[in-house]
């Protein structure tokens, strides 16, 4: 079955801390994988998008990772800031159907 | 350039009753796409538009729910009659094409965020 697991459900860092989100997946045959940022009453916002062949990302202080023979990912974020307190969803696109398979997400507390 | 827009933000209603969605896309795009995230959830898609015919609605409860776009720009997601368990974020998005190289970027509306009483 294409799944896609997050972990953990939630975390709280302090600011400034650094902190890193996983995200692993059965999905196959694969085709891509983002990372959203998702803050509470918005919709979600694209970070970063990696194909098979990508093993690095960056978008500022967030860094992702695929690992397409383990079929894990992680979003590591840098300095971390009150700001970045949000939801994180991994999402797959199954190469097959086209469909996007979203994870739970994982939800982030930056305290001061 | 204007995001998604979508209203209402929030909606209260109580079962059994009806309720409407709407979703205007950034301009030009061709794919609409109608999402209802649970809380503590991801997304899950109840139904794609390419233009204004359906691509994907697998997964719309077909018995109480329906969506049109008739000129293949807004869009209107409607329940009828309302259920408890419907209570959710419904998200709109966007993205310019469907499939391609399958890295177009949906781009997505702030919610209507759903209550049922």
């Known amino acids: 079955k294409n799944q896609v697991e997050q972990s953990p459900q939630s975390l709280i860092i302090l600011e400034g801390k650094n902190c890193t989100l996983q995200?692993?997946?059965?999905?196959?045959?694969?085709?891509?994988l983002r990372w959203y940022k998702q803050d509470t009453g918005r919709g979600p916002v694209s970070l970063t998008i990696?194909?098979?062949?990508?093993n690095t990302k960056s978008n500022g202080r967030y860094t992702a990772t695929l690992d397409a023979d383990t079929k894990q990912s992680s979003l590591h974020i840098t300095a971390s800031q009150l700001s970045d307190s949000a939801s994180y969803i991994c999402?797959?696109?199954?190469?097959?159907?086209?469909?996007?398979?979203f994870g739970q997400g994982t939800t982030l507390q930056v305290k001061p | 350039e204007a995001g998604v827009a979508q209203s209402p933000r929030y909606k209260i209603i109580e079962k059994r009753q009806s309720v409407a969605f709407w979703c205007n896309p950034i301009?030009?795009?061709?794919?609409l796409y109608w999402y209802q995230q649970i809380l503590g959830q991801g997304p899950k898609l109840l139904i794609q538009?390419?233009?204004?015919?359906?691509?994907?609605d697998s997964q719309l409860p077909k018995d109480r729910f329906s969506a049109e776009r008739l000129k293949g720009v807004d869009s209107t997601l409607k329940i009828q009659p309302a259920k408890l368990e419907d209570s959710a974020v419904y998200l709109c998005?966007?993205?310019?094409?469907?499939?391609?190289?399958?890295?177009?970027?949906?781009?997505f509306g702030p919610g209507t965020r759903l209550t049922v009483l």
């Open positions: 998005a966007s993205s310019s094409r469907a499939g391609g190289l399958g890295t177009d970027t949906q781009y």
């Open positions: 301009s030009g795009h061709a794919t």
């Open positions: 538009f390419q233009n204004n015919g359906v691509v994907d």
């Open positions: 999402v797959v696109r199954h190469s097959g159907t086209g469909k996007l398979i």
């Open positions: 990696m194909t098979f062949s990508e």
């Open positions: 995200c692993n997946y059965t999905v196959s045959p694969f085709s891509n």
